[in-house]
Structure formats: structure tokens, C-alpha cells
């Protein structure tokens, strides 16, 4: 199968130069060999064109990123040949009965994802200043995190690093939701995100011995396959607690907020070990109201179905602001104290940007 539909050279190999090296990372070092993926780029396109035209819909107005056809044919293709061996592979791209799967399958995909799809009415989408402007923030703040994480020794430190870069993926994670037109899901991971700075303000709080707890007490999770010495050591501290063990309750309390005990000058029971606690030793009880209203987001009921649609972005993407601010704030001190850096200068203004931004656009409609 042999595709030439007059195409410019020059134009393709600079669209590969430009998205395989991303894809190839994506796929974990996967080859997608240039001369394979330029054929079915050509390929996919001629047949997708003609799938436009048997419908009677102009192709020169309905074109489909060339970035993104690309992606589109690697991403099958690592589907249907990432199980198989070197060999077994590079054969596959030599096979006409594969080559004419993989162009059809592609060609159909497109056309019906970016044709006949359906989705949720957006208020923002990601040309959006608010969506863009977040996450030029959290995307510097994750690259810092990273080098920081990279270049660290210590273990504690590590687990702050890796808890920081959590909470800056789930603020991307709620800005794309949002920018899909799905505020209330947005709420919803807001909440693990408000859960999520609970933890980190308290372990920051606390220090070493208390991040050490933390981030090994998953060696309780399991209390059927523990060693001996950790099977004394689960015994020992769910007795001080006063758990029941026969109560399923009490005892995921204490998978969840057991390692609480390891904060000094604290005198802790079954009853301490609950997310409103935590929020009151995070010194962020005031977001309780703010959190309830995140828990009826995760409910089904026809309450939630009423929520106007512009009041709920406007509280998602508000929420994400002083949950990002209250992160910066902690990751700052955190980097210093670790003797690592960050621009403070490039953070400030990145921040009032984006607060100018949202602030020009929830302001009351005339």
C-alpha cells in the first residue's frame, strides 16, 4: 500500500520533527519508525478526506490538526504492536493487510470523534485565559518539583516532593475537567485535592518523624500478610488508639489518619482519627462549608442536577486559586528549607495574572 497524494515533503518531516520526539517519550521510549508513520499520516489523511466527501461535508472545512492525526496513528499503533517483539513488529509495518487496518481504523476514529461527537456545553475550553494561565503556573511549578525531587537523598523529603507534585497534577486535572464543560466533576476532585492540602500542611507543619509515619503506613494496610514485627507494631498502635478491630470502620479511620500519632505533644483516640481533625490540625477548618458542598457534588441527587452551570465554575476554579495559592505558599518554604530554589519574581506574577484573569472573567455580566 503506497500513499502519494502530492504532499510537501518539507511540511511532513517537520511535523514529525515536532511530534514524534513527544510520542516516543509518551510511549515510554516506544520506536515509531519516521518513514512508517509518514506513509500512514498520508494514508489516513487521503481516506478521511474521502470519508467527508461520501458524506457530503466539505474536507477544506473540516480539517483536522496535523499534530493530532499524528497522535491519533501512533496511539493505535502502540495498541496493536506494543504486546508484540521487535521483530514481530517491524514486521508488521511492512504488512499490507496491518497498514490498511491501522489507515481505516484511524481514518474512522477521527472522523467520528471529531464529527459526530457529542459533549458537555463548555464555558471555558483550553484556548481559554483562565485554563491556560493555571496551568503556566502549575507547569513551572511542576518542573521545579521534579529537579528538586531528582537532585534529592533524603526519603521524607522525597515523599513531600512526590505529595506536591499530586496535589499540582490534580489542579491540572481540575482545570481540563472544567475546560470539558464538567464543573461539577471538577468539584469533586477539588475535595481530594482539599483532602490532599490537609496532608501536606500538616506534614510540613510536623516534620521528619511525622512525613517518615506518614508515608509508611501503608505496612498497616494489610493486616492478614504483615511480618511479626509489624504485626506487634499494628497490634500495639490500634490498642493505644482503642480501635475495635471487628469494626470495618474504625479500622479504615486508621489506615487513613493512624499516622497522626506520630505528631508530637498530640493525645490521640479512635475519635481523633477522621478528616475534620486533620483539617483543624492543617489550620484549614474554614474550608469545611466549602468542602461539604464538594461532598454533595460526588452525590447523585436532583439537587446537584439544578447547580447553574457558570456559579459552579466560578467556585471550582476559585476554590483551585486559593488551594494553589495555600500549595505555593508551602511549597515555597519547603524548597527553601530544602535548599531549593524558586522564582519568586516568575511565581508572583504568574499568580497575578491569573487572578486578574479570573477576576475579569466571573465579573458580573451588564
Not at 73 to 81: K, Q, S, V
Not at 131 to 145: A, E, H, P, Q, S
Not at 163 to 191: D, P
Not at 266 to 294: C, I, P
Request: hydrophobic share 40%.
Amino acid at each position: 500500500m503506497c500513499y502519494n497524494i502530492g504532499m510537501d515533503e518539507r511540511f511532513i518531516n517537520e511535523l514529525l520533527d515536532y511530534t514524534l520526539p513527544k510520542q516516543r517519550v509518551e510511549y515510554g521510549g516506544f520506536t515509531f519508525p519516521r518513514s512508517f508513520i509518514a506513509e500512514m499520516f498520508i494514508g489516513v489523511l487521503e481516506r478521511y478526506r474521502a470519508r467527508l466527501t461520501m458524506q457530503g461535508i466539505n474536507p477544506a472545512l473540516y480539517g483536522v490538526p496535523a499534530p493530532d492525526i499524528i497522535r491519533y496513528i501512533c496511539g493505535y499503533h502502540y495498541a496493536f504492536t506494543g504486546g508484540m517483539d521487535e521483530k514481530t513488529r517491524i514486521a508488521a509495518t511492512h504488512d499490507e493487510s496491518y497498514r490498511a487496518r491501522l489507515v481505516a481504523d484511524v481514518a474512522e476514529s477521527i472522523f467520528i470523534l471529531e464529527n459526530i461527537k457529542t459533549s458537555a456545553k463548555r464555558i471555558i475550553n483550553e484556548y481559554n485565559p483562565v485554563y491556560c494561565r493555571f496551568n503556566i503556573l502549575l507547569d513551572y511549578l511542576l518542573t521545579v518539583g521534579l529537579k528538586g525531587n531528582a537532585a534529592c537523598k533524603e526519603r521524607t523529603s522525597k515523599a513531600v516532593y512526590k505529595l506536591f507534585e499530586t496535589a499540582f497534577l490534580k489542579l491540572k486535572g481540575i482545570m481540563m475537567l472544567a475546560a470539558k464543560g464538567l464543573e461539577k466533576e471538577a468539584i469533586v476532585v477539588w475535595r481530594s485535592l482539599h483532602e490532599l492540602e490537609c496532608v501536606i500542611s500538616v506534614l510540613c507543619k510536623y516534620g521528619k518523624h511525622t512525613i517518615e509515619e506518614f508515608e509508611t503506613f501503608d505496612r498497616f494496610s494489610d493486616p492478614e500478610h504483615m511480618d511479626e514485627k509489624t504485626r506487634a507494631d499494628y497490634d500495639e498502635k490500634t490498642k493505644a488508639f482503642g480501635i475495635n478491630l471487628k469494626n470495618a470502620n474504625e479500622v479504615d479511620h486508621f489506615e487513613n489518619y493512624g499516622w497522626l500519632g506520630a505528631v508530637p505533644d498530640l493525645q490521640l483516640t479512635k475519635w481523633n482519627l477522621n478528616f475534620r481533625y486533620l483539617e483543624d490540625l492543617a489550620g484549614l477548618s474554614d474550608k469545611y462549608k466549602e468542602y461539604q458542598v464538594a461532598c454533595d457534588a460526588s452525590h447523585m441527587n436532583a439537587k446537584i442536577l439544578k447547580w447553574d452551570k457558570r456559579r459552579v465554575l466560578e467556585f471550582a476554579v476559585k476554590r483551585c486559586f486559593n488551594s494553589n495559592l495555600l500549595l505555593v505558599n508551602k511549597f515555597t518554604e519547603f524548597l527553601t528549607a530544602d535548599g531549593a530554589t524558586i522564582d519568586r519574581k516568575y511565581v508572583g506574577k504568574a499568580i497575578g495574572d491569573l487572578k486578574n484573569v479570573i477576576d475579569v472573567f466571573f465579573a458580573e455580566r451588564v
